[in-house]
């Protein structure tokens, strides 16, 4: 565990050392910075998010959830890892008494982090916004469900995460990846919309499946059945990204 | 002696037809062997396959009698290398580069990567990014990486690429150091045949993939004038020069 918890470490400081993370905060923070403001304008005219402190947090995660969370994490994640193999940095762990299935988990685990300090992040400053704008309606309830909708979200963004780490160790070029993973998102984005009844199958379809655990009738058919899927796609694609990641010779 | 590598019939064939065919090679610790051949003779290949950073199409490479597929982790607890180009992440320090590589390995603190730095010279720039650094401070760099944990192996791919005449007379007393004062045992590639004859202990020569020959510094050098003599001799041997 020395070295799966050592890489860890290092994957962490050097995101953070890279200034990738901090410059993602700040953009996930001005989304909601522009968000307040369109809040206010749709307040003007009687469509108001504010109306419940609890609305704000869960709307702002439905908008990052679909956008920037998972542009933010595809970078991170191609960054890891095509972007390592192509600056010839990776076999600098490589070569360190650390085995290939403990880096590649560790990487994983590093991404995670990265997808869950932005989620937090996110959550409290949204949640502190909707808590000022309307401190009155707070409910512990309403809390709870912003906490779970936060959460949960960490599953399909961490999908996507693996799909493209799975695409980074097939391909060379970052930037190769990258268009990959924009043209993929947005055919399945299409053809979730196109064939709406088989849109469970699609992994852009559930980035907003919050949804379903702060509804008011909580769907446990349908949470159990993306879960699933979601959960096939991801042992699929950590198993195919790792039997690449194990093979490839540098 | 105890035997710190065992590379036993060792191939890797790449699509254009170079590689390493079925080697063999054998070093003891203490030794300082010296790899030798020309351009693309299959000496980095062989140091990645070692190292794990390829995957041999047959053979295998021992590491203190630990084979590098099955038990990686324990057969590099105690190898520092450099392999191909000393790499370093650019948006760190020299430090700071050094504390990353650190906490794969016990013991190893502050005073320590300070230590290795100014073994190297390049203690000076220890805040520096590496993005920074020349060829030759980069190449510094790589080595103070490969030796930090004190290893008992250490396999170093043209270690003294980008070096002036000073930095190559600073690695060279550097290995003699370690060899005398911690027994540490060295595998060297290089195409500089006279650097070799003044570090190494023990030289084989590869050339087309094949090992062409394995021998002690001593018996070479009381039978030719120098290294560079008997590195042709046996080439010619073959029928290839």
Redesign the interface.
């Known amino acids: 565990m020395e070295g799966f918890k050592a890489t860890v470490i290092n994957e962490i400081e050097k995101m953070y050392k890279k200034k990738k993370m901090i410059v993602i905060l700040i953009i996930s923070v001005a989304v909601i910075a522009i968000g307040i403001l369109i809040s206010i304008g749709l307040s003007s005219v009687g469509v108001g998010v504010f109306k419940k402190s609890s609305v704000f947090p869960i709307s702002v995660l439905s908008v990052l959830a679909n956008t920037l969370l998972p542009l933010f994490t595809t970078l991170v994640a191609i960054d890891l890892f095509s972007g390592e193999f192509s600056h010839n940095t990776m076999k600098i762990a490589l070569t360190r008494p650390v085995s290939r299935f403990k880096l590649f988990s560790a990487k994983i685990t590093a991404i995670a982090f990265f997808v869950m300090v932005n989620l937090v992040v996110v959550m409290l400053l949204s949640t502190s916004v909707g808590l000022i704008c309307n401190f009155n309606s707070i409910t512990f309830i309403g809390i709870i469900r912003i906490i779970i909708s936060y959460i949960v979200t960490l599953l399909p963004i961490m999908v996507l995460a693996l799909i493209v780490v799975f695409f980074s160790n097939i391909l060379k070029s970052s930037s190769a990846v990258f268009f990959l993973c924009i043209m993929l998102y947005m055919i399945s984005f299409v053809m979730g919309k196109i064939f709406s009844p088989y849109s469970s199958l699609f992994i852009t379809s559930m980035l907003d499946w919050h949804i379903h655990w702060v509804s008011d009738t909580m769907l446990i058919t349908k949470i159990t059945r993306e879960f699933l899927i979601m959960l096939g796609y991801g042992i699929m694609f950590f198993t195919g990204g790792y039997y690449l990641f194990d093979k490839r010779d540098l | 002696m105890e035997k710190v590598i065992e590379i036993n019939g060792l191939t890797k064939m790449y699509k254009n037809g170079r590689g390493i065919k079925t080697l063999n090679l054998e070093i003891n610790k203490g030794d300082v062997f010296g790899f030798l051949g020309p351009n693309g003779s299959g000496k980095t290949t062989a140091m990645?396959i070692m190292?794990?950073?390829?995957?041999a199409d047959s053979g295998e490479v021992k590491l203190f009698g630990r084979n590098v597929v099955d038990e990686?982790?324990?057969a590099?607890?105690h190898?520092g290398?450099l392999?191909e180009?000393a790499?370093?992440?650019p948006?760190?320090t020299a430090y700071?580069n050094l504390k990353?590589?650190s906490?794969?390995?016990k013991n190893i603190d502050d005073n320590r990567i300070d230590e290795v730095l100014s073994l190297t010279g390049i203690l000076k720039y220890r805040n520096e990014k590496s993005k920074n650094f020349s060829l030759g401070m980069k190449q510094r760099l790589g080595l103070s990486?490969a030796i930090l944990s004190k290893p008992e192996l250490v396999i170093l791919d043209e270690p003294l690429n980008g070096l002036d005449v000073e930095g190559m007379i600073e690695i060279r007393k550097l290995i003699k150091k370690l060899v005398e004062t911690e027994q540490t045992t060295f595998f060297i590639s290089s195409h500089l045949i006279h650097d070799v004859e003044l570090t190494c202990t023990k030289i084989g020569i590869i050339y087309e993939g094949k090992l062409l020959s394995v021998d002690h510094m001593e018996n070479i050098l009381a039978n030719y004038a120098t290294l560079e003599n008997y590195f042709i001799s046996e080439v010619d041997k073959n029928g290839r020069i």
């Open positions: 990645k190292t794990g950073l390829m995957k990686y982790e324990k590099m607890q190898v290398c392999i180009t790499e370093s992440y948006y760190l700071e990353l590589f906490r794969y390995y990486a």
